[in-house]
């Protein structure tokens, strides 16, 4: 591919003016900000506009899910720290492998590659969704690995109905950006079979890795077990799982894994 220097700028320019507009709204904080750049402009420069549109899409829903209701989610202790602003690890682990795809692409066009990508940012906002929408769910979410027990708000590994709901229909927008866009050559039934698919498979995988080896912690001021190192501006006390497997490394692991269903189903239809 030739890159135009121009256009290039322009595309820094748009990044830059809504990297700032983030902040000020408290979506991202500035390390997650520099990671934005890095993520939005690879994808940008290297996918093209119909790709950035759908990790834009991504951004712009799962920061909105994140703030919608944020004070019901901080009185029940389920809430994103710092109102919600995300810090550079979470814009990797959702973005990294959907920038990988679209740098790739940019030397070597391949349908393939965009049914991963598809798939990395279905599982990213289908994950993200389930969590910032089953925390508001007014039934007590149940654990994946054993559906007939309930658990706590903000259980990792915890699921429930109205995150199942939300999760489905942000993949399915995802899929039906990438059919209105003709982002690739594909009917909206492609485009939805992988993206619903790969965002409710990667967001399962989340689930149940959330729910069996990321690092559980408990709170030492409110008792609250948590997947957080800080709660209620305190350190936690270690309670199972491994202790490097954060929510972040778990949010790594199935947009991962959902890029890989998204290559997978676009073979098997
Ligand atoms: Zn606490």
């Known amino acids: 591919m030739t890159i135009n220097l121009f256009n290039v700028g322009i595309k820094f320019l748009f990044l830059i003016a809504f990297g700032i507009v983030s902040l000020k709204l408290q979506i991202i904080d500035f390390t997650g ?7 939005g402009g690879a994808i940008f420069i290297f996918g093209g506009w119909k790709w950035f549109l759908l990790i834009l899409t991504f951004y712009i829903v799962a920061g909105l899910s994140t703030k919608y209701k944020y004070e019901e989610k901080r009185q029940k202790g389920v809430a994103e720290e710092k109102k919600g602003a995300r810090a550079w690890q979470n814009v990797l682990a959702n973005g990294s492998v959907a920038a990988f795809l679209a740098v790739v692409n940019g030397f070597m066009i391949n349908n393939v590659l965009f049914a991963g990508y598809l798939g990395a940012v279905s599982a990213a906002i289908a994950d993200t969704l389930a969590t910032e929408i089953g925390l508001l769910s007014p039934q007590q979410p ?6 007939s027990k309930k658990v706590p708000s903000g259980t990792s590994g915890g699921v429930s109905l109205l995150g199942e709901i939300a999760s489905i229909l ?6 039906l950006l990438t059919y209105i866009t003709a982002a690739q050559n594909w009917n909206l039934q492609t485009a939805l079979i992988i993206s619903v698919v790969s965002g409710f498979l990667g967001s399962t995988f989340d ?3 959330g729910a069996t080896i990321q690092a559980r912690y408990k709170c030492k001021v409110c008792g609250k077990k948590t997947e957080k190192k800080l709660h209620c501006e305190k350190h936690t006390i270690y309670l199972k799982g491994c202790s490097w497997i954060d929510n972040n490394m778990v949010n790594l692991l199935a947009v991962t894994f959902g890029s890989g ?9």
């Open 170 to 175: 942000s993949a399915g927008l995802i899929g």
């Open 142 to 147: 149940r654990s994946i690995i054993n559906l």
């Open 207 to 209: 689930s149940l890795l």
């Open 33 to 39: 900000f520099l990671a934005s750049l890095l993520v």
């Open 261 to 269: 269903i998204g290559i997978l189903v676009f073979h098997l239809i």
